[in-house]
């Protein structure tokens, strides 16, 4: 399986209830309401977040471990708590949890953990081995392979796209072969808003002995999502994407890979025995937890986690699946409009990319922002993906749990009004 799939007749929720707890969606802007429609970039923080971060800086604040003093150790209880809660929300163990800065630093930590690993280990790399990703990612799950290949000598290799904005898998056994040491993939792409078939991947990939990693940044906040299920041996996403503060991301990994890992960094609280000349690291996951941690911002992700589980992520997932079938529909229906990726929701997100004829991306996003609509413009931290379809950048709206149909019809008739301020009508 590639995760659990949303139940589109999950009864719906009461999205204006849900709104009442984001008070930014109230706020005007140029005098319209807003309508924030850039969630795949990140998403706005409810006050159940705000407050759990709020109370733990007021009454609680301390560093965390090895304090014996009363607030040190109710900050260490509630920061290793906010662990526990997070690595429930993805079927995961407790110790198997790294809390990092972002996804793009999770992804780090394990890239130049396979550049630190010694001849012999299982993450060891060199001439001859290689790094396998897709054409479709995140910067963030493409530089840091490139970086890795570089330092190690070994070969990057990429799945390509086809035009319908889907993997090409014709060449999988090819690409995903006996020198492949990894495979690492967006499970939803941020651009094309494409679900990639992850037990494919996985299958071939485990077949030769290869690792993968999944960027999971755009699908943990979306559906429901179990580590144990999808089977890869990484996973990685990010507090601010999922109504969580910034600051925090997440690493999971399996415990026995955790635990043969050499460090990512250096310092404080990674250690075990420091000696002058050498020191011996701690077990996951602190090993990868050098100096003091995201502590409120994990504390904040936790009750983010909390907040999404206590609305149902199925739900979540089939109030988006109508919102991006409203839209796509809309888009269809007016004239030199293109959508860049899949324009079904079969095995696709929420995030809508598209392209006005004759008009510039941003120019599209600025003149959607005087009628009070926040579209995000540019390549996305996805730039071969619009090398890939020959466009400089795309327009990209994103909905999430507190949109509503009535803010897909406002982008829409904001698109019209793009296309007559700029004569593409």
Not at 237 to 246: C, D, E, I, S
Request: hydrophobic share 40%; charged share 20%.
């Amino acid at each position: 399986m590639t995760s659990t799939l949303p139940d589109l007749t999950a009864t719906p929720y009461d999205v204006e209830g849900v709104r009442r707890d984001f008070a930014i969606l109230s706020r005007e802007v140029n005098g319209r309401p807003l309508v924030y429609l850039d969630n795949a970039s990140s998403t706005h923080k409810p006050r159940q977040v705000l407050d759990a971060e709020r109370a733990f800086l007021e009454q609680h604040y301390s560093n965390v471990h090895r304090g014996v003093h009363t607030l040190s150790q109710e900050a260490t209880d509630g920061y290793e708590q906010a662990r526990t809660t997070v690595a429930s929300f993805i079927g995961a163990r407790h110790d198997d949890v790294v809390f990092t800065k972002n996804v793009t630093e999770a992804i780090n930590l394990v890239a130049y953990s396979m550049g630190n690993a010694p001849a012999g280990s299982q993450f060891h790399l060199g001439a001859g081995d290689e790094i396998c990703v897709t054409e479709m990612e995140h910067h963030s799950n493409l530089v840091p392979w490139q970086l890795l290949a570089q330092r190690t000598g070994a070969t990057l290799r990429w799945l390509p796209l086809t035009d319908e904005g889907r993997l090409d898998l014709t060449e999988l056994d090819a690409v995903v072969n006996e020198r492949t040491k990894i495979l690492a993939f967006t499970h939803q792409s941020n651009l094309l808003g494409t679900i990639n078939p992850v037990d494919v991947l996985v299958r071939r990939a485990h077949a030769v002995g290869a690792l993968v990693l999944l960027d999971a940044a755009q699908s943990v906040p979306h559906f429901p999502v179990d580590v144990t299920a999808l089977g890869v041996d990484f996973l990685a996403f990010t507090g601010h994407k999922l109504v969580g503060p910034t600051g925090v991301g997440v690493l999971w990994g399996r415990g026995e890979l955790l635990a043969e890992m050499p460090p990512f960094m250096g310092g404080g609280s990674m250690i075990e025995v420091v000696e002058m000349a050498s020191s011996t690291y701690a077990p996951p996951p602190e090993r990868f937890e050098a100096g003091t941690p995201v502590i409120s911002q994990a504390i904040g992700l936790a009750a983010a986690c909390d907040y999404l589980s206590a609305v149902g992520l199925d739900k979540i997932a089939a109030h988006e699946a109508a919102l991006t079938a409203r839209l796509l529909d809309g888009l269809r229906r007016i004239d030199g409009v293109r959508v860049i990726g899949p324009d079904t929701t079969e095995m696709r997100g929420s995030a809508v990319s598209f392209v006005i004829d004759g008009v510039h991306p941003h120019d599209v996003g600025q003149t959607l922002d005087e009628v009070g609509v926040a579209v995000r413009v540019g390549h996305h931290c996805a730039a071969p993906v619009c090398r890939r379809y020959a466009v400089p950048a795309t327009a990209r709206a994103s909905s999430y749990l507190y949109n509503t149909p009535s803010e897909i019809d406002a982008l829409l008739e904001g698109i019209e009004h793009v296309k007559r301020f700029w004569g593409a009508a």
